[in-house]
């Protein structure tokens, strides 16, 4: 993973509008070909983020590096690698998606012949084939959406940002969505970053994720690893449901070495431990005839761990 | 490749020209102008028809455009009251549109120079409207031939095609006040109000104003002196000539009607001895250039607001 290439590289990226920093010495550094997700809630600066990367908004401080090119000092050639899908991404909507298409395409300098090939080529690649000659103000926002990724892949970029993809969108959409996401990756080979606060749809595509709040990255990894960041010094908690409920169960539990607290939260017990009981927990359980109705250690997926970098920061 | 057309600015103009030309608001202005261009000539046709047979026939052709036949103004002053609504509808909504659509985040993604946007959309905006004119003005002129039978002389045409340059410059000037308030206004209707408001005051309010201006200044009544009176008339032409309007009607005047000498106050001593009679074409010319020069200023002071601004703004 270390010998792969970086092609986002931000060194003390900072942006302040007056007094309010929407960006704080963001040093983010993104691996060819991986999907990294950059997700924090509204207001956290993601959006702002994107556009210096573009070169779309010039940094207070610092500075972003694509593939090598300065967003700010060269951001026509940043911008001839980089596909990049807004939120709520508008097109004109008296133009057919088609001629969307080809503007996007004159702009870029795409020879006729060969944008047209390539529209064609993208429309079926995002199921959009049969309403390429519609009007853009016919299609739903799912639709939409999906030409958003037409769009951006008609310059063949090297790396695809999106904003807020997912927004939205229907179950179905989001699933559709997801996938033509995941093939950029993993077929094409083109670098994505996705900026998203709705992290469950999200993180299942990320190669690697970045918490971001409030203008700045509180941790970014493999959503295992971030999990293990916040247990290194927290102990760890479980939820426990079981059958019968009675007392012999709180003796059980009692019985464990590693456990220092018990707690009990309407028909569930809480339990803090020093490490990691569940086996021997279950092994237990089985061996006196007890269910296991619900098991569930907390703070290991991403809403937790979110919620937990959220109100550590709330306090500061 | 070619430094020139990777610059999309060609790509841009083509688009938007295509706009304006597909657009129902333009086939409504347009519309609008023929009817009103052809139906004031064909009623000044059949006056100077009559006048011509008794008169002089000098400049016949140039009466065309500026005497009023029956209960219809004279074509210029149609133009010069309607040329600021057919600027402002083509340009009230140009840049904000682009925003509330969202395809300008989409738009300065794609390798293009910022400033590529704004100069494509305010040129491809100029070309219309010169197309409009110019088409406007030898339709008119075709049918003034067919009405009077007299063939326009070398030097009227050159009077017509500068009065036809000249009422670019002015729709352009206004078209450039609303590219100024669409950037301005993130709503559309309240730029296009604004554009209206100040159509108003210039071209109605402003004379009513100086008027008041300068009487306030010097008050002219029956004992009032000779220099009072004179400085009354000074101060109320050059309040007047704050408005485009009234730049546009003096510099018109001028050019298609060789008999105009002055435009401001003469005393009677300056007209003793003088001989009754027309100007050259360059004397005509020389009696305007500061009008010329003054609105082509203005377009210039917009346009760079403008440009300023719109490379200033935060894309979001």
């Known amino acids: ?316 | 490749m070619n430094p020139f057309k990777s610059m999309g600015i060609g790509v841009l103009y083509r688009k938007e020209f295509a706009d304006h030309l597909r657009s129902r608001r333009f086939s409504i202005i347009l519309f609008l102008i023929v009817v009103i261009g052809l139906s004031s000539i064909y009623s000044a046709g059949y006056g100077i028809r009559e006048a011509v047979s008794q008169e002089n026939n000098d400049f016949a052709f140039l009466r065309l455009f500026t005497t009023s036949g029956g209960s219809l103004p004279s074509f210029v002053s149609f133009i010069s009251f309607l040329g600021p609504l057919i600027g402002l509808s083509l340009g009230f909504d140009i840049m904000n549109s682009e925003r509330a659509r969202g395809t300008l985040g989409r738009l300065l993604a794609q390798p293009i120079y910022r400033d590529t946007v704004i100069n494509g959309k305010f040129l491809a905006g100029v070309g219309i409207l010169s197309l409009m004119i110019i088409s406007l003005g030898l339709g008119v002129g075709g049918l003034g031939i067919i009405m009077i039978g007299i063939p326009p002389t070398f030097e009227e045409i050159m009077r017509i095609l500068i009065f036809i340059i000249l009422t670019v410059i002015y729709i352009s000037l206004w078209f450039a006040v609303s590219l100024l308030f669409s950037l301005l206004f993130r709503q559309a209707a309240t730029s296009a109000l604004a554009g209206i408001a100040l159509w108003l005051f210039l071209s109605i309010f402003v004379g009513l104003l100086a008027g008041l201006i300068a009487d306030g200044l010097y008050p002219v009544d029956d004992q009032s002196t000779f220099e009072v009176a004179f400085e009354n008339q000074k101060v109320k032409q050059y309040l007047n000539r704050i408005s485009p309007s009234k730049l546009y009607d003096e510099a018109i005047v001028t050019i298609l009607n060789p008999g105009v000498r002055t435009l401001g106050p003469v005393f009677t001593s300056q007209l003793e001895g003088a001989i009754p009679g027309v100007l050259p074409l360059s004397q005509s010319m020389l009696l305007i250039w500061p009008h010329i020069v003054t609105m082509i200023a203005m377009t210039m002071i917009c346009f760079a607001i403008s440009y300023i601004y719109f490379m200033k703004q935060e894309i979001r």
Do not use: W
Request: glycine share 8%; with cysteine.
């Open chain 1, 1 to 316: 993973m270390t010998d792969k290439k970086i092609i986002i590289d931000t060194e003390n990226l900072t942006k302040k509008y007056d007094d309010f920093t929407a960006v704080d010495k963001l040093n983010l550094k993104i691996e060819e070909g991986e999907i990294f997700g950059l997700l924090g809630p509204n207001g956290a600066g993601k959006t702002t983020t994107i556009l210096m990367l573009l070169g779309l908004t010039e940094p207070t401080e610092g500075r972003a590096l694509i593939d090598g090119h300065n967003s700010t000092m060269e951001p026509i050639a940043v911008k001839r690698i980089v596909g990049y899908l807004p939120d709520n991404v508008g097109f004109y909507d008296d133009l057919t998606g088609r001629e969307n298409l080809r503007y996007i395409a004159g702009l870029n300098s795409i020879p006729r012949t060969q944008a047209e090939k390539r529209i064609d080529l993208l429309l079926e690649r995002v199921g959009l084939f049969h309403v390429g000659d519609k009007k853009v103000g016919t299609y739903s926002r799912g639709m939409r959406q999906r030409l958003g990724i037409a769009d951006m892949l008609i310059k063949d970029p090297k790396v695809v940002i999106l904003d807020e993809p997912t927004l939205g969108l229907d179950p179905e959409g989001i699933e559709e969505m997801l996938q033509l996401i995941t093939e950029l990756s993993k077929k094409d080979g083109r670098t994505v970053l996705i900026s998203s606060h709705l992290l469950y749809q999200v993180q299942r595509i990320c190669d690697r994720v970045g918490i971001f709040v409030k203008g700045r990255l509180l941790a970014a990894g493999p959503i295992e690893s971030l999990g293990e960041k916040v247990f290194k010094e927290k102990t760890h908690i479980l939820e426990v449901k079981a059958y019968p409920d009675n007392e012999d169960f709180m003796k059980l539990i009692g019985s464990i070495n590693e456990v220092e607290k018990i707690d009990r939260q309407q028909d569930m017990f809480i339990i803090q431990s020093r490490l990691d009981i569940r086996k021997k927990l279950v092994t237990f359980m089985g061996e006196r005839d007890f269910t296991l109705l619900h098991l569930k250690q907390r703070g290991r997926d991403l809403d937790d761990i979110y919620r937990k970098y959220f109100k550590e920061k709330e306090v500061v």
